[in-house]
């Protein structure tokens, strides 16, 4: 996927301004359930493609790992998987006629546990890459960026070239990890020093890391840079230019059955505006699709 470059940057306003309101901007393994979607009936055609066996057991579980606000993270009770992805997969299993059962488990164990059987569905901001698509099948559904954040008065950064010499935390299991890492390999073989690349379990490690002076620069998809930023106050900011653009992609097993009903499912939800809306809720519209696709990974 190519994207021009104004249209690159004003996909970065718009998330920008819908995530957090920034100023200046218009307008103002533990199962849980998901938040509440907007209303969808059961689709007979869809629910028709759904493999016998999911459909005789009647429920969808879907894992996600719930530290990736706005995208997935724990509600206010404390126990709750909120955000996009939860309001999607919600919306997914309505209209396949499956009700929902959401896993919360650590971001690395995700794709072993969909080729152990062990859940039905990845929806955990997934960038579709062809890597993992060795390992398993993956359903298009947005676009988004890499985005860069530090502490006030820290190094300058404007992209990776620039995390030579400098200690980056990340999430395990993510693009970010692998993006650092093989920077650092860039830097070494240009005679710079390498960079310091802390991983941690979820997101939240790697933000902490950060605040804590552990780290100097923080990477993450971008909503959920945009998000970090303004939750902390001023603690944190942005920095540097995000890079991408990449697929956000729904996982499934290899040899599941499940990626035609999940594509169908979706083209039904953008057509009727459900997929937008609930977009729109989380501010995170300006990377909605209108084509989603099986196995669209770039790189």
């Known amino acids: 996927m190519r994207v021009g470059k104004i249209r690159v940057w004003v996909w970065l306003v718009v998330a920008a301004c819908g995530v957090v309101g920034f100023a200046g901007c218009g307008g103002g393994g533990k199962k849980s359930t998901s938040s509440a979607a907007p209303a969808v009936g059961k689709n007979a055609k869809v629910a028709a493609l759904v493999p016998a066996a999911v459909r005789s057991k ?3 579980t879907v894992a996600a790992d719930a530290s990736y606000p706005p995208n997935e993270f724990i509600g206010p009770d404390g126990h709750t998987i909120i955000g996009m992805d939860a309001d999607l997969a919600a919306a997914l299993g309505q209209v396949m006629g499956l009700k929902l059962n959401l896993a919360n ?5 995700i794709i072993p546990g969909l080729a152990a059987k062990k859940y039905d569905v990845g929806m955990s901001s997934f960038t579709d890459t062809k890597e993992r698509e060795k390992v ?13 954040f530090e502490k006030p008065g820290g190094p300058k950064v404007n992209g ?20 650092s890492t093989a920077q650092s390999k860039k830097c070494t073989a240009a005679g710079k020093k390498a960079v310091k690349v802390l991983v941690f379990p979820d997101q939240t490690g790697a933000n902490l890391a950060l605040s804590s002076g552990r780290a100097q620069v923080a990477m993450a998809d971008y909503p959920v840079a945009v998000y970090e930023v303004k939750k902390t106050g001023g603690q944190f900011k942005l920095v540097g230019k995000p890079y991408g653009p990449f697929p956000y992609g729904i996982a499934v097993p290899k040899g599941s059955g499940l990626t035609s ?15 937008k809306a609930i977009l729109t809720k989380w501010g995170i519209q300006a990377g909605a ?10 790189s």
Not at 136 to 144: A, I, L, N, P, S
Not at 160 to 179: F, H, Y
Not at 261 to 275: E, S, T
């Open 58 to 60: 009647g429920t969808l």
């Open 261 to 275: 009903p999940l594509l169908a499912a979706l083209k039904v939800l953008i057509a009727d505006g459900r997929y």
């Open 289 to 298: 699709i209108t084509t989603p696709k099986i196995n669209g990974a770039v």
């Open 105 to 109: 488990a650590p971001f690395d164990s």
């Open 160 to 179: 990776l070239a620039d995390l030579c010499g400098l200690t980056v935390s990340v999430e395990k299991g993510t693009t970010q990890q692998d993006d």
């Open 136 to 148: 398993v099948d993956f359903v298009t559904y947005y676009t988004v960026f890499t985005g860069f």
